[in-house]
């Protein structure tokens, strides 16, 4: 079996997929996703020297940078969209704890992150769940992923703003085949710390929200709120173990026992950059992972009789080349499953539906 929700949970480790999505159903009223920002023409002396430096710091700004806050992330939907908001307290390097105010359904609840580990608190459930792998924040990418950023994407000055009462400097990405504002980040101009960003469909509205509404940076922050120890009555479960992606592509696939398809038609800068292998409830399913940097694309196969099952999230379907075929949105994320040459597939990816169509056609022609 396929589960949605694990799917959509590697992703979140991997390339900070699906955020919230426990929300997703959590009754947010229908709202139509803000007219993006235009591009604007700022002054020459107005404009940072260097975007790509001040990207490229932004992205290690956390590990040096500690604060408390509140921000509010919205993800934008064909028909609704979803809303987080979350109290954050983050000692640097490597200390964060996020307690949910909204949506009702996540009031109270709280995750910590040590590292690697993370630790999810249900309130409601009694249940702090320990996952281990890597976790992204607010970030354009990490590590080598950046370097493909710049391959593909064009950093410029897209003027000055204040967010959370600091004046911070705002930078557009431009896909450079297809000339498209695909984010946009709002850069403390002191801290380099990311305040705002926005991510867009390839229309050009926007897919999600993410800022900070009360930012305060501080050192002063108890030790004891990144506790992780459970709360009394409290159950300690183990989550989900997530595969350690790997480059050895041939390695990967003959560790998934069967013959994989591959999509024979990509956007243009996506490359294949890593696979891996995780077992299931005994269900062995290879998961690629194709990046422009930016953007990600997954591509998950099992050989077993073992459909998607999507938990909570609701599915609607789409026929393509006589296929019946499900997919659910979220924000820029769309997921689409079906079923072909008794093999399950599952296509995830920071696109529109039409597009993870046209992949999901070209994977078995």
Excluded: C
Excluded at 52 to 66: D, F, K, N, Q, Y
């Amino acid at each position: 079996m396929i589960r949605a929700d694990l799917v959509t949970g590697a992703l979140v480790a991997l390339v900070a997929l699906f955020l919230a999505t426990n929300a997703a159903g959590a009754g947010a009223a229908p709202t139509a996703a803000p007219e993006p920002a235009p591009i604007v023409a700022p002054s020459a002396a107005a404009a940072p020297a260097n975007p790509t430096t001040l990207l490229r710091s932004s992205i290690e700004a956390p590990r040096s940078i500690s604060y408390v806050g509140q921000f509010e992330t919205v993800r934008f939907a064909s028909s609704r969209a979803s809303a987080t908001i979350v109290k954050v307290e983050h000692l640097a390097p490597e200390l964060t704890r996020r307690w949910y105010v909204a949506p009702e359904a996540l009031y109270g609840d709280y995750v910590i992150t040590r590292g690697v580990s993370t630790y999810e608190f249900d309130t409601k459930r009694s249940q702090e769940t320990v996952t281990q792998g890597p976790v992204l924040e607010n970030q354009i990418a990490t590590g080598p992923g950046f370097d493909r950023v710049l391959q593909n994407y064009r950093a410029i000055y897209d003027g000055d703003a204040i967010v959370a009462n600091r004046p911070t400097v705002s930078i557009a990405l431009i896909n450079k085949y297809t000339g498209e504002r695909a984010m946009r980040v709002w850069i403390d101009r002191d801290t380099h710390l990311v305040l705002k960003k926005e991510e867009y469909h390839a229309n050009g509205s926007v897919a999600s929200q993410t800022r900070f509404e009360d930012l305060r940076y501080t050192t002063s922050i108890p030790g004891g709120i990144f506790s992780t120890d459970p709360p009394a009555g409290f159950e300690r479960v183990a989550g989900q173990a997530l595969a350690t992606p790997s480059a050895d592509i041939d390695k990967v696939i003959h560790d998934a026992g069967f013959a994989p398809y591959r999509p024979k038609v990509l956007p243009q800068g996506f490359e294949l950059v890593s696979g891996d292998v995780t077992t299931v409830a005994g269900v062995k399913t290879l998961h690629l992972l194709y990046s422009d940097g930016l953007r990600s694309i997954s591509l998950f196969e099992n050989a077993t009789d073992a459909a998607a099952d999507f938990g909570s999230l609701r599915p609607k379907t789409i026929y393509f080349e006589g296929h019946d075929a499900q997919y659910v949105e979220d924000g820029p994320t769309t997921l689409l499953t079906w079923k072909e040459h008794d093999i399950y597939f599952a296509l995830v990816g920071d696109l529109l539906r039409n597009e993870l169509v046209e992949i999901a056609i070209s994977v078995v022609p």
